[in-house]
């Protein structure tokens, strides 16, 4: 079983992503933009085997305007080299990709020219994973789109419309059920004409569902029938309802008791999952931790030297707690561990407490800064003190600081992310 996360990375430097307007999408902004976001992703990629992450959903933007007539690069050609190099790294770690195109590709539209342009976006999302030289269990998922007032017809148009499609498309689309829309039980039908693979999302299920005497194991081992040998694991997405949110809205991060029991409910080797979440790699590397075969504290320490100083400007006291549960060397509390990391990350920072997390970040550098850099800090500092300077500002010194003084244990700190 692989655990992964979707499109971008929290707390990893240099991996975001660019665009621009359309107005703007020259021939050379276009190629420096590509050559940008592939150089990104290469970094992501190089992070999620460094971390073990086995499963990752590349995003649809990084050729702007892939699909659109604005771009006329033939960008699998011009970066042939960085292609073949980011695919090697995928290919040759065991990582499996995929990617999502979003709502505006919606194959069962009654209007010819929408379902003209999905199409030309499945074949940029084919050529995209093709060019990386990856199988065909490296998928791309799609939605069934919308009702216009006419389920039936709706649902026999994307069969229509699915049937025209190349067959280099075919064998990497999978269909999803959705939260408004199309249950799982539909998506099953649309399948069994078609031959799709089915992506079951248990979040939309819930909110959207065929039949509520039916739990997740049962709708997992239904779409599990429709994967093929040639399609890889099968694959599905878990999310969980952020409270007090839009009904369908994320979390901000994976709360682990409701994971596990979910992941004990449905474990099976052959199973991929996909997280959808905010805080994206971060939720991956906690569900991976928590599911692996070979617990080791080391594994808590590890986690615990990027969050510390996030959780000590918001709670001294569960700081503590936290250096407390990781005494015991021959011990795996993984589930309090990340229980104390959450409750500490939901709480707001208070002055007091960031005062004195700044502070203790600040200690790396009391014997190396200059006097420059001493009076900024310090100048900075009483002014958060007084309630009348920011934070962040404060934060940056220390940031340049840590650049400037060549600190890796810093330089890969949430401090200055969360």
């Known amino acids: 079983m692989s655990i ?68 006329t690069l033939a960008w699998w050609e011009l970066f042939k080299p960085q292609f073949d190099s980011v695919g090697q790294k995928i290919i040759s770690s065991g990582m499996r990709v995929s990617m999502h195109p979003g709502q505006y590709t919606v194959l069962n539209s009654p209007d010819n020219e929408v379902v003209s342009r999905a199409v030309e976006d499945l074949v940029y999302h084919t050529k995209f994973l093709d060019s990386l030289g990856v199988g065909p269990e490296h998928k791309i998922v799609l939605h069934i789109g919308g009702v216009y007032q006419e389920k039936e017809r709706a649902m026999q148009r994307f069969v229509k419309s699915y049937q025209t499609l190349s067959d280099a498309i075919k064998k990497r689309l999978v269909i999803e059920n959705d939260d408004r829309s199309y249950t799982v ?46 399609d890889g694991s099968q694959k599905i997405h878990y999310s969980q309802q952020s409270p007090m949110s839009r009904i369908g809205a994320h979390t901000r991060t994976i709360a682990l008791e409701p994971f596990m029991n979910f992941y004990h409910q449905v474990a099976r080797e052959d199973l991929d999952i996909m997280l959808e979440v905010k805080d994206k790699n971060l939720s991956a590397v906690k569900c991976i931790n928590a599911t692996t075969s ?12 990027l969050y510390k100083y996030s959780i000590l400007e918001r709670s001294p006291k569960i700081y503590d707690a936290i250096r407390q549960l990781l005494k015991d060397k021959t011990a795996f509390p993984v589930v309090d561990f990340y229980r104390l990391l959450d409750q500490a990350l939901e709480m707001e920072v208070a002055t007091g407490t960031a005062i004195n997390a700044a502070t203790h970040v600040y200690g790396y550098f009391k014997e190396t800064a200059t006097e420059k850099e001493k009076k900024a800090f310090f100048k900075q500092l009483e002014k958060v003190e007084k309630n009348g300077g920011s934070l962040k500002t404060l934060k940056n010194i220390l940031w340049k600081l840590a650049v400037n003084d060549n600190q890796p244990y810093l330089l890969q700190s949430y401090y200055f992310v969360l």
């Not at 693979?197 to 779409?223: G, R």
């Open 4 to 71: 992964g996360y979707a499109c971008l990375t929290v707390g990893v430097p240099d991996t975001g992503f660019k665009t621009c307007r359309k107005a703007n999408a020259t021939e050379e902004k276009l190629k420096e933009l590509i050559y940008f976001n592939l150089e990104s992703l290469e970094k992501v990629i190089e992070y999620n085997i460094k971390n073990n992450i086995k499963l990752f959903r590349i995003s649809s933007d990084i050729i702007p305007f892939g699909s659109s007539p604005v771009n």
């Open 185 to 230: 039980s539909e998506v099953l039908a649309i399948s069994k004409i078609t031959g799709a693979p089915v992506i079951y999302d248990n979040l939309h299920n819930a909110i959207n569902t065929s039949d509520v005497s039916k739990d997740d194991a049962y709708w997992i081992e239904q779409t599990h029938k429709t994967w093929k040998t040639e």
């Open 294 to 305: 070979q617990p080791h504290i080391k594994l808590l320490e590890k986690e615990w030297s």
